[in-house]
């Protein structure tokens, strides 16, 4: 997986300081809140939607049962529709399959519909290193790149930005990028759409190589489908003479009828609709219809490594709703940008140290930015025990050692002896309870203190409780 992100801190000190951010806490709470509750509302209008979530669950198990041979099955039935598939084993074998790819082109700039696989690549920061600008088309999108700024949410990457930020990151940089915002521009949600329009509006008709991301690919006939609420996405599918899309080789349903099951869940526990806007769908190529030119670049980065975890693989499953960002009490408080990856939330603390690993020290602790309540996994409309995999990983990361859990261990192997000798055991209360006064209000050491910041230490008795018992109670 790309590095962009790492070499940020770990996440409890990054959470540590965004929440201190009243403003990102208030944006955050505001927008998870009111997405929450129309997903309840979505959802609750049908009488079969646990069937669809087992129904989702077991196609996305079967087919990353049977990955191999739907991967074949998806090269044949692209070439047969005329296009190009490409395979990447990593993040920098992609960008250098799609930045030779716009180069053969002759053309300096692409433009993009959302896609998290790019985002996890790093793809514009490559593409700008060979002198190829990637122009941002999503409106999140768009004010993420003008912001110079991270993404922090699956499905509203600029959940942290209110509306005020919005008008000054438009005003402030438009100009720089194309087309400047209009004078007087307030910070009116249409007034901003506009803005964001009549912008994109000459890149759309100007750029001759679009990219895109998929949310599925049909096996039997070489289809891709992206879903999305704007617009832009079929502007970018359809204009450009050259189209290039990353997916994740995780994104395969077998057959249109499996199809169906996720186009019913992902808009209702994503956007709370019945069904997008906008729900694209290309084969190949066609004279006279659409790009002359498609290509497929199947990404593996990390997720064959994956799928060879009996536990952890269910997390490609994920269809990229963000349900479980929209409950989780963890997210809401530090927000995206505290997970360092483009993945965030409950399914970015499984899917990221999956597909990255956990050498670095914000992979390892990841796993640990959970409070396991299981909200999560309530609303994943294809039934992802988050929290199992969670504490699995817990395992992983607690067997690589480390200081902490070196010290960790030694504690549990000295409390074990001295709880398998009672002697030692009333001696050491004893002495707890006559040194009761000089104790400290808060525990020596770096991780220790840490959590006793924000937690009061229980006052020790004036006398241990046998003690207490042979008195009252003999």
């Not at 994920?318 to 963890?330: E, K, T």
Request: hydrophobic share 40%; with cysteine.
């Amino acid at each position: 997986m790309s590095g962009t992100f790492v070499g940020m801190p770990s996440f409890p000190k990054a959470a540590h300081e965004a929440v201190r951010n009243e403003t990102l806490r208030g944006n955050l709470r505001h927008a998870t809140h009111t997405i929450r509750d129309k997903r309840a509302v979505a959802v609750a209008e049908l009488a079969d939607w646990a069937r669809l979530r087992e129904a989702g669950k077991q196609i996305k198990d079967r087919t990353l049962r049977h990955l191999d041979r739907y991967l074949v099955q998806v090269e044949e039935a692209v070439t047969a529709a005329g296009g190009t598939v490409h395979w990447a084993a990593d993040a920098d074998e992609a960008n250098r399959i799609v930045t030779d790819l716009v180069k053969a082109t002759g053309e300096r700039e692409v433009v993009k519909v959302k896609s998290m696989a790019t985002q996890e690549i790093g793809f514009n920061e490559a593409l700008e290193a060979e002198g190829i600008r990637a122009y941002e088309t999503d409106l999140a999108e768009l004010i993420v790149q003008l912001g110079e700024d991270r993404p922090s949410h699956i499905l509203v990457p600029a959940i942290h930005r209110n509306r005020g930020e919005i008008r000054e990151i438009f005003a402030r940089e438009m100009g720089a990028w194309g087309r400047p915002a209009p004078e007087g521009l307030t910070d009116s949600p249409a007034e901003l759409a506009e803005a964001a329009r009549l912008h994109l509006r000459e890149k759309f008709l100007r750029a001759k190589v679009g990219v895109s991301g998929a949310n599925f690919m049909v096996a039997e006939t070489g289809t891709l489908v992206v879903v999305e609420s704007e617009g832009n996405g079929r502007m970018c599918l359809t204009l450009p003479e050259t189209l290039i899309s990353v997916v994740g080789i995780e994104k395969i349903v077998p057959t249109w009828r499996d199809l169906e099951v996720f186009l019913q869940t992902l808009p209702r526990s994503s956007t709370a609709e019945r069904m997008n806007p906008y729900t694209s769908m290309w084969t190949g190529t066609r004279d006279g219809d659409g790009p002359k030119a498609f290509h497929l670049v199947l990404l593996d980065n990390g997720r064959t490594d994956a799928l060879a975890d009996e536990v952890g693989r269910q997390a490609l499953r994920c269809i990229r709703c963000s349900a479980c960002l929209n409950v989780c009490p963890v997210y809401e408080r530090a927000g995206g940008h505290a997970y360092g990856s483009v993945y965030p939330g409950p399914i970015g603390a499984i899917l990221t140290p999956q597909l990255r690993g956990t050498g670095s020290e914000i992979d390892a602790s990841l796993p640990y930015a959970s409070s396991l309540c299981g909200a999560c996994y309530e609303v994943c409309p294809v039934a992802i025990d988050i929290p199992e995999v969670l504490v699995h990983l817990r395992e992983k990361v607690a067997d690589q050692g480390g200081a902490g859990h070196r010290l960790e261990k030694a504690a549990v192997k000295a409390a074990g002896w001295v709880l398998d000798h009672p002697a030692a055991l009333a001696a050491g209360e004893r002495l707890a309870s006559t040194t009761r006064k000089l104790h400290p209000k808060r525990l020596p050491g770096p991780g220790a203190r840490q959590w006793s910041e924000s937690r009061d230490l229980p006052e020790m008795p004036a006398e241990p409780f046998r003690d207490w018992w042979k008195k009252n109670r003999s």
